[in-house]
Nanobody, 125 residues
Framework: QVELIESGGGLVQAGDSLRLSCKASGISFSMYAMGWFRQAPGKEREFVASIGWRGRNTYYGTSVRDRFTISRDNAQRTVDLQMSRLQPEDTAIYYC??????????????????WGQGTQVTVSS
């Protein structure tokens, strides 16, 4: 069973930075692309970033490009999201999810419809 545990969220001010982390188990982590999504109240879940299984390719949603950086540590089975210059519109619950086996990260497709509990990010103005 795939298990995903996100952490690192919190309440910050506009312009601050946060680093989210997601630890995965139940899959051969190093073989899968990984992605981060977010969902704000009243809105649909939105793609944030993805990374290929080898970690060579990264992709970002338009609204976070140049501010967020996704990375992975296959030995630790973690995928991180470094967020800088946070804005109130970044307020959302952030989720990680596995992509497909040997996936490049884009287009991001899921092999398992698995999501963690998410981590809340709140950015005050």
């Amino acid at each position: 069973q795939v298990e995903l545990i996100e952490s690192g969220g919190g309440l910050v001010q506009a312009g601050d930075s946060l680093r989210l982390s997601c630890k995965a188990s139940g899959i051969s982590f190093s073989m899968y692309a990984m992605g981060w999504f977010r969902q704000a109240p009243g809105k649909e879940r939105e793609f944030v970033a993805s990374i290929g299984w080898r970690g060579r390719n990264t992709y970002y949603g338009t609204s976070v490009r140049d501010r967020f950086t996704i990375s992975r540590d296959n030995a630790q089975r973690t995928v991180d999201l470094q967020m800088s210059r946070l804005q109130p519109e970044d307020t959302a619950i952030y989720y990680c999810t596995p992509g497909v086996k040997y996936g490049s990260g884009w287009p991001f497709e899921q092999e398992y419809d698995n999501w963690g509990q998410g981590t809340q990010v709140t950015v005050s103005s």
